[in-house]
């Protein structure tokens, strides 16, 4: 056999292992929201749960599976997916596993203009969703031109963003306190991120958003993969750099600031997809479409988890926040221990 | 160490700049205690309530027969916790920028202050804590955990601890340990009222009761920070260099972070986290001082401790009749100030 033909059979192998593993992946996904769908407080039996779901009207099942859990599930697994997409695109733009949105603060952009919207502005909806989109896009924006010297080394994005986002945080911690302090629970709820009382309607601008931005990300995966290699060898392999970059960073800050104005921040979920996808289906080729099933199941997994298998009830948010937390000291340790941070 | 202690007699006759630089930094440390003692007659002014000057001396001098004399007599305390915190936060960052050599630190950035929070939060919803000496103890534990922790963190694996390693630490043990506060807090509603007062810092509320308690701690953390002036200095030669300077740079570096940490615990369990008064301090005295410890640390503290009462002024004067707390108003004045370090700065040296 010829090296080459060696070489594309390997190709075709990892290929296969891949598609494999990414199946599982979703495999692992639709057996967790049958999970969620059937078994909360009380069981619904499968059947049911799928009646449900075709439209028929059954007793008791059409409110738990129809009115709770479908609704809370379904936001749960597109708000993951759009965060683990946009954090997976993030971190193979800047080529670098800790520039995720939540960390340089493009999370709390969004989440300072939906809080100022809500609580300052009175409003509610699709005005909200729209303002902290605008909010989210704005603060990379404002990020990008700060950390910019004659180009935007990593480094310096990533310390701009925390700075930012302190300064974010003030701005929210500041409109909460103008809050009156029957919203104030309800502000802090939202603002760990939780998908608590969803609703379908809540769902549709993310699902909306879900297909048009994710779609663009996916259709210039290739190319970001290519601009892995650096710009220089992705522009002689016929990738246009700058017109991908734009495009792919306003579509990942897009569909994080739906996401967020939709189920709050969720901490580390835009953070945690990347590299746990990279670890299951190997960090070779597009992680993209991987990081939002990985992200739909963080979320998912950890809703229930916060709703059922921890003593207390706590919003999503949190449980990732507590989770994501220690994993982010690891992946800083390994970082560091590899060299790829100094 | 061509400028010695001033009054020590001089073996040589000094070069006329060191003359000048000593003489200026004199001037600095007097307007320093000036331009504090101008701020503090600020904090007892101007407040929420307009208050006339008549009023503002019939408090000060105890009688509280009017509405507004008793709001000047309440602004006493609050004036005293504010520069205390103040001076304890920027000698704090004065030293954690001197002991990690990292122009980033901070007790906000670094998380010591999320830290000390988190452990004052467990310590009152498990353990049911309620003295402000227990308070103490505990925060200053959380502090110097979370110290340690993310020092740890920052320096693990190949290398040296970067500034831009140990913020990520700082910032990634910041974002736990607030996700934990509200894991802790959200299932008691007892408490639930007084989580806001451990994310965002304040002095508002300030009583001698809980500031006398904390003075033990405070001027323990000023005597080892102060004392830790020298080697500070030697340390910033590099750690071989101190070592041949005699210097015994695990143990010296020891001393003066437990200062540090002694301060900004006390600092935090008094008025909860608050941050960018470490980092702000220290680079606006570098400016003014220079780099030699024996004079940045003391005009640090000074720098602090005006900065943080000017920022709960604005904060009284800006909301008014309501009120920012000065965390707040920190955190949205400071934040600028530390991308505008990061900009300065090459990459490399990040």
Known sequence: MSLAAHVAGLRRARGRRRQRLGLMLLALLLAAAALTLSLGRSFTPPLDVLRVLAGEEVPVASFTVGELRLPRAALSILAGMAFGLGGAAFQTLLRNPLASPDVIGISSGAGAAAVFAIVLLGWSGPAVSLLAVAGGLGVALAIWALAWRGGVAGARLILVGIGVSAMLQSVTAWCLSQAPSWTLQEAMRWLTGSVNGATLEQSRPLLAALLALGAVLLAQARALETMRLGDDAAAALGVRVERTRLVVALAAVGLVSVATAVAGPIAFVAFLSGPIAARVVGARGSLLAPAALVGALLTLGADYAGQFLLPGRYPVGVVTGALGAPYLLYLIVRAGRSGALS | ?350
């Open chain 2, 1 to 350: 160490m061509t400028a010695g202690p001033v009054a020590e007699p001089v073996p040589e006759p000094i070069p006329a700049p060191a003359h000048a630089r000593r003489r200026l930094r004199g001037l600095w440390l007097a307007a320093g205690a000036l331009a504090l003692a101008g701020a503090a007659a600020l904090s007892l002014a101007f407040g929420a309530r307009a208050v006339a000057w008549a009023d503002v001396a019939a408090g000060l001098s105890g009688r509280v027969d009017t509405l507004d004399a008793a709001a000047v007599a309440v602004r006493v305390p609050r004036t005293v916790l504010a520069a205390l915190a103040g001076a304890a936060l920027g000698l704090s960052g004065a030293v954690m920028q001197g002991v990690t050599r990292n122009p980033l630190a901070d007790p906000g950035i670094l998380g010591v202050n999320a830290g000390a929070a988190l452990a004052v939060v467990i310590g009152v919803a498990w353990f049911g804590i309620e003295s402000v000496e227990a308070y103490l103890w505990t925060a200053i534990l959380g502090a110097a955990a979370a110290a340690c922790f993310v020092y740890a963190v920052g320096s693990l694996g190949r290398g040296a601890a970067t500034p831009l390693r140990l913020a990520l630490a700082g910032a990634a043990t910041s974002i736990a340990a607030s996700s934990l506060v509200v894991a802790v807090v959200l299932p008691r509603n007892d408490i639930a009222g007084g989580v806001r007062a451990w994310q965002v810092g304040g002095v508002g509320g300030a009583s001698w009761e809980g500031i006398l308690p904390a003075l033990p701690f405070l001027l323990a953390g000023f005597a080892l920070s102060l004392i830790s002036a020298r080697s500070l200095d030697q340390l910033a030669l590099g750690e071989e260099l101190a070592a041949g300077l005699g210097v015994r740079v695990a143990r010296a570096r020891a001393v003066a972070a437990l200062g540090a940490v002694l301060l900004c615990g006390a600092a935090t369990a008094v008025c909860g986290p608050i941050g960018f008064v470490g980092l702000a301090a220290p680079h606006l005295c570098r400016l003014l001082v220079g780099v030699e410890h024996r004079w940045l640390l003391p005009v640090s503290a000074l720098a602090g401790a005006i900065l943080l009462l000017l920022a709960d002024v604005a904060g009284r004067l800006a909301a008014r009749p309501a009120e920012l707390d000065v965390g707040l108003v920190t955190a949205f004045v400071g934040a600028p100030l530390f991308i505008w370090i990061v900009r300065r700065r090459k990459v490399r040296a990040l």
